[in-house]
Structure formats: structure tokens, C-alpha cells
């Protein structure tokens, strides 16, 4: 059972978040700023960051997510991104294979 008093404190809380200027964006900046360093090519290198950064997505809503796929296609979409993932594929391509 949730304490009534802790359960006020929390109203309130919510409440000073609302009165805050703007506290639309500051809450969409707050939840998407993981999700922007989620989007990252080194996460996606990683086994383990990606199913934490999976969490921490889930973890921001639909906010989160809205930021992570817009940070995600961004990236995709950048030359730099692109030819990186190029040399990436390379690397983890095992020698004498082909494509064809």
C-alpha cells in the first residue's frame, strides 16, 4: 500500500513539473536524450549496449522512442554514418567472401 503522504508528495511534484516553463520539451529533452546516444553506431556494435539501450528506450515512452527513431534515421541517412557501416560490414566480413 502507498503511503497517502508519499503519494501527495509525488502530486506535487507533478504539478511543479507542469507549472515549469516549458516543461514539455524539457520532459521530451529529458526522456530523448538517452535515446540519442542509443541511436549511436558504437551501441549497435555492441551486444550488450544494445539490449540496454533497448531498456533504456522502452523506459522513455513513447517520447524515447519517437527521439531514438529520428536520431536513428538521421544517422542512417549521413554520409559519415554510412560510410562507417560500410567499414564496419568490412571488418566483420570474413576475408576471400563474396557478395554476388
Known amino acids: 500500500m502507498v503511503n497517502p503522504l ?3 508528495d509525488r502530486l ?3 504539478w511543479r513539473a507542469l507549472a515549469f516553463p516549458f516543461a514539455v ?3 521530451l529533452v529529458n526522456k530523448g536524450l538517452l ?3 542509443c541511436a549511436d553506431a558504437k551501441v549497435r556494435r555492441q551486444r550488450e ?3 540496454a539501450a533497448r531498456r533504456l528506450i522502452a ?3 513513447p517520447e524515447g522512442r519517437l527521439v531514438y527513431l529520428s536520431s536513428w534515421l538521421y544517422r542512417r541517412m549521413s554520409p559519415g554514418e554510412i560510410r562507417e557501416s560500410r567499414r564496419s560490414e568490412e571488418r566483420q566480413r570474413p576475408t ?3 557478395d554476388s
Open 6 to 8: 508519499r503519494r501527495l
Open 12 to 14: 506535487q511534484q507533478r
Open 96 to 98: 576471400g567472401s563474396h
Open 25 to 27: 520539451v524539457h520532459r
Open 59 to 61: 523506459l522513455g515512452g
Open 49 to 51: 549496449m544494445r539490449a
Open 35 to 37: 535515446a540519442v546516444y
